[in-house]
T-cell receptor, first 116, second 112 residues
């Protein structure tokens, strides 16, 4: 089955440590995204990538880094510079547009990161 | 990015229709209207999207006002599984823009 997979589902880290969240998709999508969600809030865009080896900052990129070495993979690193990293992280992917029409985005099931 | 306005919460009875409103008065001609829903501790799920004409799919219907400044997501018969946060989002087609920008959404409660 095609889909988008995030791992792990739960992650605990000590303050000051870098941590990398995995996101893999087998939908052959060009674009991939990382969002952060805090309790009771909507999703905020961290980084996005429209093509391999290229990515752009979203609204809240400070303290995060990404890479896009393969079309299928878009890992997110939460660095020690992120002041409040405890949150629910969501990865998404889509074609952006097909045949002149906008398309739907697919989301992973999320990774809940807790920093202690 | 153009913004949307939705009520914070709505209630519905099971097996009754639900109309979820969304205002987007600053919408531009190339903005698509997307709806997603999210259950607690899960990723958002695509519901429907459209540009100008009303749209139907197996999950819902999307009614778009003639001036496109508002839209309504219609769930024809609400079930308990439809209880979720529903997000109305505008996305600009093409170019380097066009990311999905989420607001706080509408929390839909369904009573048995």
């Amino acid at each position: 089955d095609g889909g988008i997979t995030q791992s792990p589902k739960y992650l605990f880290r000590k303050e000051g440590q870098n941590v990398t969240l995995s996101c893999e998709q087998n939908l052959n999508h060009d674009a991939m995204y990382w969002y952060r969600q805090d309790p009771g809030q909507g999703l905020r865009l961290i980084y996005y990538s429209q093509i391999v080896n290229d990515f752009q900052k979203g609204d809240i990129a400070e303290g995060y880094s990404v890479s896009r070495e393969k079309k299928e993979s878009f890992p997110l690193t939460v660095t020690s510079a992120q002041k409040n990293p405890t949150a629910f992280y969501l990865c998404a992917s889509d074609h952006r547009s097909v045949g002149g029409q906008d398309t739907e985005a697919f989301f992973g099931q999320g990774t809940r990161l807790t920093v202690v | 990015d153009a913004k949307t306005t939705q009520p914070n919460s709505m209630e519905s009875n099971e097996e009754e229709p639900v109309h979820l409103p969304c205002n987007h008065s600053t919408i531009s001609g190339t903005d698509y209207i997307h709806w997603y829903r999210q259950l607690p501790s899960q990723g958002p799920e695509y519901v429907i999207h459209g540009l100008t004409s009303n749209v139907n799919n197996r999950m819902a219907s999307l009614a778009i006002a003639e001036d496109r400044k508002s839209s309504t997501l219609i769930l024809h018969r609400a079930t308990l599984r439809d209880a979720a946060v529903y997000y109305c989002i505008l996305r600009r087609y093409g170019g380097s823009q066009g990311n999905l920008i989420f607001g706080k959404g509408t929390k839909l409660s369904v009573k048995p």
